[in-house]
Every structure is written in structure tokens, then in C-alpha cells.
């Protein structure tokens, strides 16, 4: 596969193929079949006397590659300050535009390894927050997750050399989605941190979520980054010979699309108008320590929730606060099981006694059927009836909610013990009636899953609530990444999203994806708000996966043509 690709890359300077603007490239991306990188393959079965000589060849490989590795671990580091809590997102576009120039014209092996260069350092950054855990924790799970970059830098690579050039920066932003696709699903159902969308949550490119989700955002993020990449390359093919009016056009219209792509979002039209609206209230009853003991001792947060529910009562029945609809407490608001403890079942009633309007509780309950599991739900608390409709998580937290292998892994790694039991996955929609609102619940980090969103306003939820308890992770940026992501979802369905933390981040996102009100972190505080409901569809919720599903097997179609244009050269060479 790769000799034929690399006998692209001999065409030299003045070759045909480099005759085409944005062919012409720096030496430092060229990709000769040189010795050195075609070294390890030659002494695969070198005898044990020549292996001194192949480690001489990897070792100038190397270093050849250091200076390229490095500026790749700079531009990973850009892309993790591109999201929350930094939030500088333009670094999105130059670090998708540094690997597209990085990877240009260079070998599959080559490519990858640039790739996974820029992953780590990146997603190092960006999952930082988990060093509460532990930094073995954080580094492990962002070598995990830079391994999808090792085909992204590889397919870029390929794509690199396909012919018509003006189309090249379209299978590359196909490719990112492809990563994302993957990266997405498996394995444990994916991991979806990280995403391009997730650090343009309040950029130019965000209200295209309306109309193809967050895959959309991705993709226009993406091909706006490898336009300024072909911009690059076509301005340099001026110094390799390509004339100055052909290589000017070339990036001139390199630019210009991105610039379209860029603006295009504000002609997206995003649906706010409101069918009715609902008057709601938020608590954020707060814990006694951060990280991962936050749980303290039992009856603690249950009692904040419930003290700072009957507070909002006393303040309603003095008249200082409108009376609420309905009352939305955050995922573990009840830190006992209220069905199995007597004390904890009476210190919810009697909060939502006090209140006298629906309470949608967050709590952990044993299952019914199987021993040891435990399901973490949403409940609908009556003041007259008592606890109703739930609903349970279906997308639990794998290595934090359950342990995947448990028996065989808790021998090596003791600290799975420290998740005594997994949570069971629920197994239909969140859309539960509270009130008179019909709302769609999601808990904690299933905001970040496309289909379970869109499932839940596709099965009639008028409003979106994050149900999340971001205690073990505060004060280390991932509340801000996960109300970014809330920030999307609003825009993407049309919907507002109430965000119920523990500890914070508590949050009211109008349809617009503007933030109307939040609370500060590790504080006990009360949000109110009168919220629209809304009935109407968004295209992304008509159009679901698909555009996601079309754009990554472009991405995947690419990098297939490139292998086979590689091997007919190849075929080609050999009959000569």
C-alpha cells in the first residue's frame, strides 16, 4: 500500500503532479521513499549483524521526525485550549489546519504517527479534570482516546495525494467526522469528549447544529481548518515553481469558501417561538467536599436538597418568589435509596409537601430484580401521590458507574473497588410528565450522546433537563464542558435546557443557546426562571444520524480510493 503512494511523493519538484496548485509542499512534509523510512521494512529479516545498521537508520528516522512530532504536540496542546474551560475556539481551525499541512504528502506510517503526536498532549488537556482520579487516569485514557488518531493521520496522509486538488480539504473534514463516528461508539459505547462541536458551542458555526446536529458543526469546523491548510500549501507552491497568478486563485478560493463556510451559520434559522412556557426552579443544594469522597456521610446532600427546597417554599409563601410548576433537584440529590431507607423517603415527601408542586428527584436505587446493581434515575415526587414515573440512565459511565470485566480487572487495578457496584442501564427515553410539563431527562454525561438526546425529543419531551452531579470533578473545568455541551443541544433541538448540578454548574440555556441564568460552584443555591416549552421539530431531529452517518463514509470512501490509486501506481511501476 505505501510504495505505491510514496512513488507520488518522487515526482520531485518539477514533477506533473506538482504542477497543480497546493501540490507544491514544504520539504519538511514531503514524503520521499528514502532509506530511512523504508528501513524497517527492508531489515525485517536482516541477520542479527545488520541490525546495527537498521538501528542507525530508525534512529535518523527519529530524529528526522522529532521537530515534526514536536510542532504536532504544540498544535494538540492548542486544540485542548480551543474548549472549556479556556474556550478559545479559533485554535480549533489552525490545530485541524497544522495537522492538515503536518500529514500532507507524507507516508501512511508517517501520518499516523503525526496524528497520535498531536492526540495526546491534546487530549491531556482537555480530560485533565480526571486527574482527581488520578493523572495515571487522565494520561491512560488519553492514549486511549489518541489511538483513533492513528487512522486519521494516516487517512489524511493518503487523501493527501488523491487527484483533483480543490477537493482534497473536503475528504479530509470527512475524515475528522469518520474519528469522531468511531470514537463515538466504541468501545463501551464510546467516549465522546473532545469533539470539534464541543469547542464551537459559541461560535459562527454553532446554529448549524439546527439543522445537521453536531456532526454538522464538526464537519464545517473541519473544512474550514483544511481550506486555510490548501490556502497554505497553494501560497507556497509559489516558491516551488507553480506560477504566482495560478497559486494566488488557488488560495484565494481556498480562503473564500472558508470564509463562506464560516458565515454560513448565520443564515441558519433557529426555532425559539414558544408553544407555552413553564414556571420552574433549580436546586443546587451543594455538597461538603469536592472530589471523589463527596458523598461524606449518608443523609448529607439529601438533607441540603431538602433544606434548601423548604427555604424556596417559605420564601414562595411570604411572597418573595412566584410559586414554581415544578421543582428539578440534580442526579444524586438523594444519596440513599428512599425505597430501601425509611428516613430518607420521609425527608423527600416532606420536602415536596412543603413545596406542594412536583419535584423531579435524582437518586440512586437498588434494582428490584438483580442484587448488586444499582440504577441511577430520575424520579417524579408528588406532593399528594408520592414517587411515580422514573426514568433510569441508559448510557452508564464505563470504569466510573460500572466495571467492565470486574473480576479479572479489580485484581490488577484495586481502585475499581472504589465503584462497589454497577449501575444496571435503563432501557427507553426520558420523557416523564412533571407538572404540567412534559420534560425529556438526561443524566450527567449522556448529554454528550447524540441519539439519547434526540431520542428523548423525538418521543415528545418540550424541554430538555440535565439531571448531573459534577462533585468529584469541580473546580477542574468539566462543568464548563458539559454546559457547553448543553449549550449545542439547545440550539440542535430547539428546546431549553435545564442544567440541575449538585454542586455546579446549575444552569437555564434559552433555545438560542444563550445562558440566562448559573450558579457558581460549591455554593447552595436556588435558579428561577419561566422557561418555553416547544413542540416543533429542529431538521436535525428529522434528519437524526444521518448527515454523521453520510459524511464519515465519504471520509471512509476517500482514504479506500487513495489505497487503491496507491496500488494501481504500484501495479503500474512494476509492469514498466
Known amino acids: 500500500m505505501q510504495s505505491g503512494t510514496e512513488t507520488n511523493a518522487e515526482a520531485g519538484p518539477r514533477g506533473a503532479a506538482d504542477d497543480r496548485p497546493g501540490e507544491q509542499r514544504p520539504e519538511s512534509a514531503a514524503a520521499p521513499a528514502t532509506a530511512d523510512t523504508e528501513a524497517p521494512a527492508r531489515d525485517a529479516g536482516a541477520p542479527a549483524e545488520a541490525r546495527p545498521g537498521r538501528m542507525r537508520r530508525l534512529g535518523r528516522l527519529a530524529r528526522r521526525e522529532a521537530r515534526r512530532s514536536a510542532i504536532a504536540a504544540v498544535f494538540g496542546l492548542a486544540l485542548g485550549l480551543a474548549f472549556p474551560p479556556y474556550g478559545l475556539w479559533p485554535l480549533s481551525l489552525v490545530s485541524v489546519a497544522a495537522l492538515s499541512l503536518l500529514t500532507h504528502g507524507r507516508t501512511a506510517r508517517q501520518g499516523a504517527w503525526t496524528g497520535f503526536a498531536m492526540a495526546v498532549p491534546f487530549f491531556i488537556i482537555l480530560l485533565k479534570w480526571l486527574h482527581v482520579v488520578g493523572w495515571d487516569a487522565t494520561v491512560g485514557l488519553a492514549i486511549l482516546q489518541a489511538l483513533y488518531f492513528l487512522p486519521l493521520g494516516a487517512a489524511l ?63 464545517a469546523v473541519a473544512l474550514t481548518g483544511t481550506l486555510l491548510a490548501a490556502a497554505a500549501l497553494a501560497l507556497y507552491g509559489m516558491r516551488g515553481g507553480i506560477p504566482r497568478p495560478r497559486a494566488a486563485l488557488a488560495a484565494g478560493g481556498s480562503v473564500a469558501v472558508a470564509a463562506a463556510v464560516t ?30 469522597d463527596f458523598l461524606g456521610r449518608p443523609m448529607k446532600i439529601l438533607n441540603n436538597h431538602v433544606n434548601a427546597t423548604i427555604e424556596l417554599a417559605k420564601d414562595v409563601k411570604a411572597g418573595r418568589i412566584k410559586k414554581p410548576d415544578l421543582v428539578i433537584w440534580p442526579e444524586n440529590a438523594s444519596d440513599l435509596d428512599p425505597f430501601q431507607y425509611r428516613e430518607a423517603y420521609a425527608r423527600i415527601d416532606e420536602a415536596v409537601k412543603a413545596i406542594d408542586v412536583p419535584v ?36 452508564p459511565v464505563p470504569f466510573g458507574e460500572y466495571v467492565p470485566f470486574r473480576e479479572q480487572l479489580s485484581k490488577i487495578i484495586t481502585r475499581f473497588k472504589r465503584v462497589p457496584r454497577d449501575f444496571y442501564p435503563g432501557d427507553h427515553t426520558g420523557v416523564l410528565k412533571v407538572g404540567p410539563a412534559r ?42 464542558q458539559q454546559l457547553a455541551m448543553g449549550r449545542l443541544r439547545a440550539i440542535e433541538h430547539g428546546r431549553t435546557v435545564v442544567t440541575a448540578a449538585t454542586s455546579g454548574i446549575s444552569a437555564v440555556v434559552a433555545p438560542d443557546g444563550t445562558i440566562e441564568q448559573r450558579t457558581k460552584e460549591f455554593t447552595q443555591d436556588v435558579l428561577t426562571a419561566r422557561v418555553p416549552l416547544r413542540d416543533g421539530k429542529t431538521v436535525a431531529d428529522r434528519v437524526g444520524a444521518t448527515p454523521e452517518w453520510v459524511l464519515a463514509m465519504v471520509g471512509v470512501l476517500s482514504c479506500a480510493a487513495a489505497i487503491m490509486i496507491g496500488r494501481r501506481g504500484r501495479m503500474d511501476e512494476k509492469g514498466q
Open 157 to 219: 496522509a493518503l487523501t493527501s495525494r488523491l487527484p483533483v486538488p480543490w477537493l482534497r480539504p473536503l475528504w479530509a473534514a470527512c475524515l475528522w467526522i469518520a474519528e469522531e463516528w468511531a470514537r463515538g461508539r466504541v468501545p463501551f459505547g464510546g467516549f465522546t469528549w473532545g469533539r470539534l462541536a464541543f469547542a464551537n458551542t459559541g461560535s459562527p458555526f454553532t446554529p448549524l447544529a439546527a439543522l445537521g446536529g453536531a456532526p454538522l458543526v464538526s464537519f
Open 263 to 292: 458565515v454560513a451559520g448565520f443564515a441558519v434559522p433557529i426555532p425559539t417561538a414558544a408553544d407555552d412556557a413553564v414556571d420552574i426552579a433549580i436546586v443546587q443544594g451543594n455538597v461538603q467536599k469536592p472530589g471523589m
Open 360 to 395: 423531579l428527584v435524582g437518586a440512586l436505587v437498588d434494582h428490584p430484580t438483580k442484587q448488586g446493581y444499582v440504577l441511577n434515575q430520575g424520579i417524579v415526587w408528588d406532593p399528594k401521590t408520592g414517587p411515580g414515573a422514573s426514568y433510569t440512565k441508559q448510557h
Open 439 to 480: 420534560l425529556g431527562d438526561v443524566i450527567c454525561f449522556e448529554v454528550a450522546y447524540d441519539g439519547i438526546v434526540r431520542d428523548t425529543v423525538n418521543a415528545g419531551a418540550r424541554m430538555i433537563v440535565v439531571q448531573t452531579n459534577n462533585a468529584t470533578y469541580g473546580r477542574t473545568g468539566q462543568p464548563e
